[in-house]
């Protein structure tokens, strides 16, 4: 990395930060509920992928919607909580920015009922995080989908707190 | 009546706290029914077999079936081990049904074990045999005479000689280590199959009892595996895009059945393991899986969440509609039929709870709840039907346990592993 790329990346990293606060604070000022995908589909940014604004690998630690890469859901459910819109719309644009990028979607459930059923929900609840990254205009040439089920929890107890933290769907960079 | 006793049995059953199930040495739980029971006395044998003591290893199979309840070996005033010993009157005093005597006698490296079976109210002996075999398959001789006073007394096929496989789990995040193991019945003689750091699941027993079909993570996705248990090769059968899972071989053992997700959904396939070609059983957007064969091999029993949650549904080998068989329980997966279809086992939810319950279709698809947890998974049955293996929850770890299919007798079976799953009862075995 040379100096003069220095600021250009803190640029970018300002903007990015500044976009996502934007998009933070309209949701809470707002009473009916934002849709939170439009900023990042606006015209410039898919056109000219290398504008300012643009997320680059570094965003993935730095911004803190990209930072986000675990979905939680519901007992037995597959369906994408509204909490995790924002999180969906940015790595989406992440992708369309970053066509080069690959994630892998690692579908989880917790550890009642049969493994093999298991296996099904974990794979659907990956299948629902795709098709919000390419509702938000990801590719799904960039999403591969794989399902653990119960097989890696992230926490080992029998309850509800536990149970809550292994129904997840990971998402993670397998090139950035 | 007695099956009123039964049901009364199998609701006890449910009330023995947990605390009880979870104590060492693991016990037989013999849960209310000890009155429909059949007393037997199993006498120490006469000599050694080494290690193993024979009555021993056949009382205890006697036991966890639920059907025999065998006399303590303090209680015995007197210790025949030949037919001239044998006083019937001392054994109907100890009100007894049957007893059962033998003899170790060392023959070189081989052991001769020589057996009689008396029926103490006819004052007959009704089974002797002598049995020749390696030393070191005592085990093996001790189960095959459980499986034949089993046989004579009730009628039905034993099946202790029987082996078992399920997967070990131990550590946490990147020392995780899973291990396929196989071990007789009783859960003596465990050997490891497959060891791996990555989620090993679904074994499945070829109908010889010589290969093992079972799911690796060790590809980094789901994909199925057949381990040949004498040469210890395996093959790569299924590592399509998607969920490669539950391999069922079918009763003849040229096909397997699993579930595959390649067209971007779970669906039942059968493979010709010949010619590896596929054909697809289910065809719906719900989730299909965890397909079971009919002993006939014409019918493929399956899980399926067509209906909203997981069912057990059946439908042709050959594929076509399918019939959902269960509506009792919110939640019914991973069954598990006995060889004349008439019994389904699933592990059964019910709010938070998760146990294993038997459909009796004989019996106007009468349930009974088979075990006490709140995460009882994966039953199967043993070739005669007359009892099941499944894992339970205990204390954060999983444990195995067989139980009685008519739920009188359970025992948590003593094999090693920090977390004990997945087991699946092997076939009959050949005789050497």
């Known amino acids: 990395m040379n100096a003069s790329a220095t600021p250009k990346f803190a640029k970018v990293l300002l903007i990015s930060m500044m976009v996502v606060a934007a998009a933070a604070c309209s949701k809470k000022v707002k009473e009916t509920p934002p849709p939170p995908a439009e900023p990042t589909t606006t015209q410039p940014v898919t056109e000219q992928p290398t504008t300012p604004g643009a997320y680059t690998p570094e965003s993935l630690d730095t911004d803190a919607c990209l930072r986000q890469r675990v979905v939680y859901f519901d007992f037995d459910q597959d369906a994408l909580r509204p909490e995790f819109q924002a999180a969906m719309a940015c790595h989406a644009k992440y992708l369309r920015d970053r066509p080069s990028a690959r994630m892998s979607l690692e579908g989880n459930t917790d550890e009642r009922g049969s493994r093999e059923y298991n296996l099904g929900l974990g794979e659907r609840r990956g299948n629902a995080v795709s098709s919000a990254l390419q509702a938000n205009g990801g590719s799904g040439s960039q999403i591969t989908v794989v399902s653990y089920g119960e097989e890696r929890p992230t926490c080992n107890d029998s309850n509800e707190d536990c149970w809550a933290k292994n129904r997840r769907v990971e998402i993670v960079y397998t090139a950035k | 009546m ?58 205890a199979d006697l036991d966890r079936s639920g059907q025999f309840r065998t006399l303590p070996q303090t209680d015995m005033v007197e210790r025949p081990t030949t037919s001239a010993e044998v006083s019937y009157p001392t054994w109907r005093t100890l009100r007894q049904d049957y007893l059962l005597i033998g003899r170790v006698i060392p023959d070189g490296a081989q052991l001769r074990v020589e057996y009689e079976l008396f029926d103490v109210a006819k004052q007959t002996r009704v089974l002797g045999e ?28 034993g099946a202790f000689w029987t082996r078992i496989a399920y997967v070990t789990a131990s550590g946490t995040g990147n020392n995780r280590h899973y291990e396929l193991m196989v071990a007789d019945s009783d859960g003596f003689n465990a050997q490891s199959v497959v060891s791996s750091p990555q989620p090993l699941l679904s074994p499945s027993w070829s109908p010889d009892g010589k290969r093992l079909a079972y799911v690796s993570f060790d590809r980094g996705n789901s994909s199925i595996y057949i381990q040949n248990l004498s040469s210890s090769g395996r093959e790569l059968i299924a590592s399509f895009r998607g969920i490669n899972g539950a391999p069922a071989f079918s009763p003849d053992g040229s096909k397997l059945a699993m579930t595959l997700s390649r067209s971007g959904n779970p669906e039942v396939y059968v493979m010709d393991l010949g010619s590896k070609q596929l054909r697809q059983i289910t065809n719906h957007f719900g989730i299909d899986t965890e397909p079971v064969w009919s002993a006939d091999g014409s019918t493929i029993y399956f899980t399926s969440d067509r209906g909203g949650r997981p069912q057990i549904y059946q439908a042709s080998a050959g594929g076509g509609g399918a019939t959902r068989l269960t509506f009792q329980g919110s939640y019914n997966a991973r069954a598990t039929v006995s060889a004349d279809g008439k019994k389904i086992a699933t592990a059964q939810g019910n709010g938070n709870a998760y146990r294993i319950a038997l459909m009796d279709r004989a019996l106007g698809n009468r349930w009974t709840t088979l075990s006490p947890g709140n995460l009882d998974e994966s039953p199967s049955f043993a070739p005669n039907a007359s009892m099941l293996l499944y894992a339970a929850k205990e204390g954060g770890r999983s444990v195995l346990y067989t139980v009685s299919a008519d739920g009188r007798a359970r025992l948590r079976l003593n094999v090693g592993g920090a977390n004990v799953q997945e087991p699946a009862w092997g076939p009959y075995r050949q005789k050497r």
Do not use: N, W
Request: hydrophobic letters at 60%.
């Open chain 2, 2 to 59: 007695t099956r009123t006793l039964r049901r009364l049995a199998a609701l006890v059953l449910l009330f023995i706290p947990l605390a009880v199930l979870a104590q060492e040495p693991p016990q037989i739980d013999v849960i209310g029914g000890q009155a429909a029971a059949l007393p037997i006395a199993v006498v120490p044998f006469a000599g050694s077999a080494g290690e193993t003591d024979i009555a021993k290893v056949v009382a």
């Open chain 2, 130 to 157: 002598a049995k020749i075999a390696p030393a070191a398959a005592a085990r093996d001789v001790a189960h095959q005479i459980a499986d034949a006073v089993y046989e004579k007394v009730l009628g039905v096929r």
